[in-house]
């Protein structure tokens, strides 16, 4: 089982930017591929960027590639979402989630979910 805790989010001015982090803990962490998700209020939940923990292969959406990064930092467990020029339809709840099967973008796919961080993106 794999636990995750996501933090960083906050208000931030169109343009600005932002890190998330996801801090995994729990067993054999390296087996799993992490990603990110989005949910903006009366929206489904939409994939944005997953990366697999060996040998570390990024994804990314397409309304946030080249304005969004996903890395991990295999020594604190932990991996982060930078996220620059924001603009205000990234505004939602971020989630990480873990799966053992490697890259995938439906959320149905991944068996663990972190609590979400509010990220709120201002005109």
């Known amino acids: 089982q794999v636990q995750l805790v996501e933090s960083g989010g906050g208000l931030v001015e169109a343009g600005g930017s932002l890190r998330l982090s996801c801090a995994a803990s729990?067993?054999?962490?390296?087996?799993?591929?992490i990603g990110w998700f989005r949910q903006a209020p009366g929206k489904e939940r939409k994939f944005v960027a997953q990366?697999?923990?060996?040998?570390?292969?990024?994804y990314y959406g397409d309304s946030v590639k080249g304005r969004f990064t996903i890395s991990k930092d295999s020594a604190k467990n932990t991996v982060y979402l930078q996220m620059n020029n924001l603009e205000p339809d990234d505004t939602a709840v971020y989630y990480c989630?873990?799966?053992?099967?490697?890259?995938?973008?439906?959320?149905?796919?991944?068996?663990?979910w972190g609590q979400g961080t509010q990220v709120t993106v201002s005109s």
């Open positions: 989630a873990a799966n053992l099967q490697g890259p995938r973008i439906f959320d149905y796919q991944y068996d663990y």
């Open positions: 729990g067993r054999t962490v390296s087996d799993y591929a």
């Open positions: 990366i697999s923990w060996n040998p570390g292969n990024t």
